[in-house]
C-alpha cells in the first residue's frame, strides 16, 4: 500500500507541476527561437523538467560515470540500451544537447508531449515503414544541423535488462553522416520501474556510465550489421560489470512485478 501511495503521489507531482513547465517551456520557445534555432536553451530546462522527477524520489540513487567523454559542441549518433520507461527521465540528468527519437503516442501525452514537439524532438510509428523514413530523414536534418540525436536501438524496453538486438537506424545515420557513435549504458532502471509497472519498487541504485565515443573512422569500411554487433558488444560488457549477477537480478525484478 505505502508504494503505491508514493507511486500516487509522484504521478500526481508530475501531473501537476507539468502544467507550470510546459507554459515556461513555451514561453522560452517563443522567446529564445530567433537567436537559438537549435533550442539549446529549452533542452537545458526540459533537462531540469525531467531529471527534477528523477530527484524528488531519494530512493532512486542516480549516479553518472563517463561525463567527461561528451565533447562539448560535438554531433553524436547517442546509442543507449533501453531498460524502463525511466530512462528517459534519467538521460536527461546529463544535461546536454539532443534530440532524441520516440514512439509517437508518447508525443500525445498531454504538456510533456506537447513539450516534446516544441523541443523538435523526432517521432516513430513502429511498424510502419514511412514513419521510419520520415524519422530517418528527421534525424539527418536534426544531425546536419549540429544537433546530437539519441536512439534506443533495441527499439521497445528490455523485458529482463539484457541488451536485445539492434535495428539498424542508429548505425545507417553514423556512416551516412559520417559521425562518432557515442554509447550510453544504463543501469537499474528496470528494477525501479520494471516493465508493464507504474508501481513504486522501494530504493534502487540506478547508474548511468557514458562510454568513449567511437569515431568514424574506426567503422567507416564495415558493414552498418557489423557496426551495429560491435557496439552491442560493447554494451554487453559494460552492462555486465554493471550488473555481475544477470540471473539473480531478473529473478529479484521477476518477484517485484508479481
Known amino acids: 500500500?505505502?508504494?503505491?501511495?508514493?507511486a500516487a503521489g509522484w504521478l500526481l507531482f508530475v501531473?501537476?507541476?507539468?502544467?507550470?513547465?510546459?507554459?515556461?517551456?513555451?514561453?522560452?520557445?517563443?522567446?529564445?527561437?530567433?537567436?537559438?534555432?537549435?533550442?539549446?536553451?529549452?533542452q537545458q530546462f526540459t533537462c531540469f523538467w525531467a531529471a527534477l522527477y528523477t530527484w524528488i524520489i531519494p530512493a532512486w540513487r542516480i549516479r553518472i560515470e563517463g561525463r567527461e567523454h561528451i565533447r562539448r559542441n560535438a554531433t553524436y549518433v547517442v546509442v543507449s540500451n533501453h531498460q524502463s520507461l525511466l530512462d528517459i527521465l534519467v538521460l536527461f540528468n546529463l544535461f546536454f544537447h539532443f534530440k532524441f527519437v520516440s514512439k509517437i503516442e508518447i508525443f500525445k501525452v498531454p504538456l510533456?508531449?506537447?513539450?516534446?514537439?516544441?523541443?523538435?524532438?523526432?517521432?516513430l510509428k513502429r511498424g510502419d515503414k514511412q514513419s521510419v523514413a520520415r524519422m530517418m530523414a528527421d534525424a539527418e536534418k536534426a544531425l546536419t544541423e549540429?544537433?546530437?540525436v539519441l536512439i534506443f536501438p533495441e527499439?521497445?524496453?528490455?523485458?529482463?535488462?539484457?541488451?536485445?538486438?539492434?535495428?539498424?537506424?542508429?548505425?545507417?545515420?553514423?556512416?551516412?553522416?559520417?559521425?562518432?557513435?557515442?554509447p550510453i549504458i544504463i543501469s537499474g532502471t528496470n528494477s525501479a520501474l520494471p516493465k508493464y509497472s507504474i508501481n513504486f519498487h522501494g530504493s534502487?541504485?540506478?547508474?548511468?556510465?557514458v562510454l568513449q565515443e567511437i569515431p568514424h573512422e574506426q567503422f567507416s569500411d564495415l558493414p552498418v550489421e557489423a557496426v551495429s554487433d560491435r557496439i552491442r558488444q560493447i554494451m554487453t560488457d559494460e552492462l555486465a560489470t554493471l550488473t555481475?549477477?544477470?540471473?539473480?537480478?531478473?529473478?529479484s525484478t521477476a518477484r517485484r512485478v508479481a
Open 155 to 182: 527499439g521497445t524496453r528490455s523485458p529482463d535488462g539484457r541488451i536485445k538486438a539492434f535495428k539498424p537506424g542508429a548505425f545507417i545515420l553514423a556512416k551516412k553522416m559520417r559521425l562518432p557513435i557515442l
Open 146 to 148: 549540429g544537433n546530437s
Open 15 to 42: 501531473s501537476a507541476t507539468s502544467v507550470l513547465f510546459f507554459l515556461i517551456a513555451l514561453f522560452l520557445r517563443i522567446v529564445t527561437t530567433p537567436f537559438d534555432p537549435r533550442l539549446k536553451i529549452l
Open 1 to 6: 500500500m505505502t508504494n503505491r501511495l508514493i
Open 112 to 123: 510533456i508531449g506537447w513539450n516534446m514537439y516544441l523541443n523538435r524532438y523526432i517521432r
Open 204 to 209: 534502487h541504485d540506478i547508474r548511468i556510465r
Open 244 to 251: 555481475p549477477d544477470q540471473n539473480e537480478y531478473k529473478a
